[in-house]
């Protein structure tokens, strides 16, 4: 998963990405975007390394980008160059600030901010749309390609998203190419100062996240980048004290995978113990594809063992010999700790 950092000047965006990836804080990079990846802390793939002791664990991860921010403090709008880093990305994560910052003018306004925001990516999608729209008057439009151009028109000028628009009202298929902002998952991060880092979203930002199908969490970028950095030990006091339970980087996963419907299936043998990231709802044989392309190609069936019913017994042996693995076809749909072995004949 690439998740693009994005806001504001003064917003606090770098000291985000440093608390959710434990990188420091630079003092400034080039105007050229920084990477950091994460493991997505996963205690069902630890209990299975243990378990096959395998050439190799894999984590699911997530790859932050902290894009750089050319907006500016007077938010004349997003730049050419900062558009297209936004747009290569696969989620939108926009902090907001919403602590006093000595350097910028006028207290903090996150709502504001995340109207000016939305309004940006709002109009840059509408300018594809519409130039797609009149090249169609010249080179005839399939009539699906058609409807969808039309439909995601009347969306954006009536201020929606792209991303309100279900997968039954828009079909995306005929999309693939075009990197629509507004059609992007987006997480709002709002970026408080430390007395308020336990504090819930207000009721109005929350209200607005809603309209927006948007997700949001707070934090306090500026201390739990301290936090980030401690020793693992060292950590649980000192979020204790700000009122919190868990870290802010196990609050965004949570937040993400909500947000994004995400589950998780596993894979065990003795080369590697893995977890797969995969949409909910998802079929064994778009999990097989997940794995490798052949698998999707010549899928002819799953073995699935569930991690409760693995756990129960120990062993794969032990499953088969109870009777209890499941041989399905490609249409079961994968749930979350699904283990999985794919038969497949290309």
């Not at 790859?63 to 290569?88: W, Y």
């Not at 000595?102 to 840059?124: I, R, S, V």
């Not at 169609?136 to 009536?158: H, N, R, V």
């Not at 059609?183 to 929350?206: K, T």
């Amino acid at each position: 998963m690439k998740v693009g950092l994005v806001g504001f000047a003064g917003s606090g965006k770098s000291t985000v990405f440093s608390t959710l990836t434990g990188l420091p804080a630079p003092v400034g990079h080039g105007g050229e975007p920084r990477l950091g990846t994460v493991k997505v802390p996963d205690e069902r793939v630890d209990t299975l390394s243990k378990i096959f002791s395998p050439k190799k664990t894999t984590y699911a991860e997530i790859i932050f980008c902290d894009v750089p921010g050319e907006h500016g403090a007077e938010r004349k709008g997003l730049s050419r160059k900062a558009l297209q880093q936004i747009r290569d990305q696969e989620v939108l994560c926009l902090v907001l600030r919403a602590f006093p910052n000595p350097a910028l003018e006028g207290d903090p306004d996150p709502l504001a901010d995340l109207e000016a925001f939305h309004t940006e990516c709002l109009l840059a999608d509408l300018e594809i749309v519409e130039r797609r729209l009149d090249r169609a008057k010249k080179d005839k439009l399939e009539p699906i390609e058609l409807a969808a151009f039309q439909s995601m028109k009347s969306t954006l000028e009536q201020g929606l998203p792209l991303r309100s628009l279900s997968a039954a009202a828009l079909n995306r298929d005929s999309l693939k190419g075009y990197t629509l902002l507004t059609d992007r998952p987006l997480l709002v991060v709002l970026n408080r100062a430390e007395s308020e880092a336990a504090q819930p979203i207000p009721g109005a930002m929350a209200a607005r996240l809603a309209q927006l199908h948007a997700g949001g969490l707070v934090l306090s970028a500026s201390v739990e980048a301290e936090i980030a950095a401690m020793a693992p030990a060292d950590r649980s006091a000192f979020l204790e004290d700000l009122g919190l339970k868990e870290s802010a980087l196990t609050r965004f996963i949570r937040t993400a995978y909500e947000l994004l419907d995400l589950i998780s299936f596993l894979t065990v043998g003795a080369d590697e113990v893995r977890a797969w990231p995969i949409k909910r709802g998802a079929t064994a044989r778009q999990a097989a594809g997940r794995i490798h392309s052949d698998l999707e190609r010549g899928f002819i069936r799953a073995e699935v063992i569930p991690y409760k019913t693995f756990m129960e017994y120990g062993s794969e042996q032990a499953v088969k010999d109870a009777g209890r693995l499941q041989i399905e076809g490609k249409d079961y749909i994968v749930a979350d700790g699904d283990i999985l072995h794919v038969r497949f004949n290309v």
